[in-house]
């Protein structure tokens, strides 16, 4: 008798779903499912970004969409601008925005809001003209907007920190704050009462948390909760 091979299996709604809780819980919209979950490449990457002008994430094979609004976008912009002032006096390495995508693995490609690599590192390897270099930020940035989960955000420190990445700040925009990560679970959150400083990525470099918000509206106050008053009973 012949015998007969097994076939795969087409892929099923159970396995999206299962694909979306590994990267972290995310809105399904922002997961693209041509090429299928799983087997994008960094052409596919490439190629979806020119097509769309919009920001994509390669994460075990799957393309997801980096969702930044407008408020992320100006506080990831003045960010670069206080870094790059440091550099401009301490000329160490180079500021990538959003849309330098970064490869962190084979099937890892990353988009800090804000990332920093030093020129030894962007001048070894033979990268540097790469569309996507084969490098992990010395320092990352991430500006978390709405769409951010903590297990994605966990993710990501992992993906950073497991390709060599030193150092990643957590920008809050919300409670105006900074985390700082030297590792995966080693981290400290600042206020605007506190300083932020480079560590060994940037030395010499201090900033007050508040400048990094100072161009942001302030919140609004919560508004005033009303008490019933309560009637008097008759009798």
């Known amino acids: 008798m012949p015998t007969t091979t097994a076939r795969e299996s087409p892929p099923s709604v159970a396995d999206l779903l299962e694909r979306i809780e590994e990267l972290g819980g995310i809105d399904p919209r922002r997961v693209v499912l041509e090429p299928l979950p799983g087997t994008a490449t960094e052409a596919d990457l490439l190629r979806l970004s020119h097509k769309s002008d919009r920001i994509y994430e390669l994460v075990d094979g799957t393309l997801v969409e980096k ?3 407008y408020p992320e976008s100006t506080l990831a912009t003045w960010i670069i601008r206080l870094l790059g002032a440091y550099l401009d006096i301490n000329d160490i390495g180079e500021l990538g925005g959003a ?21 030894e590192k962007r001048n070894a390897g033979n990268q540097i003209r790469r569309a996507v270099p084969r ?36 920008v809050d925009p919300e409670r ?12 400290h959150t600042l206020t605007e009462a506190d300083t932020l400083d480079g560590g060994e990525v940037l030395p010499g470099f201090t900033l007050a948390v508040r400048r990094i918000f100072e161009r942001m509206p302030a919140p609004e106050p919560e508004p005033a909760v009303k008490r019933s008053r309560k009637k008097k009973s008759s009798g």
């Open 67 to 69: 969702v930044m609004g």
């Open 99 to 119: 849309d330098g995508t970064l490869r962190l693995d084979d099937d890892q490609i990353r988009a800090p809001d804000v990332s920093f690599v030093r020129h």
């Open 135 to 170: 490098w992990a930020p010395d320092l990352a940035v991430e500006v978390l907007s709405p769409s951010n989960t903590p297990a994605e955000m966990a993710r990501k420190l992992r993906d950073y920190f497991g390709a060599g990445t030193l150092l990643v700040w957590i």
């Open 176 to 187: 105006r704050t900074v985390t700082v990560h030297t590792s995966a679970t080693d981290c």
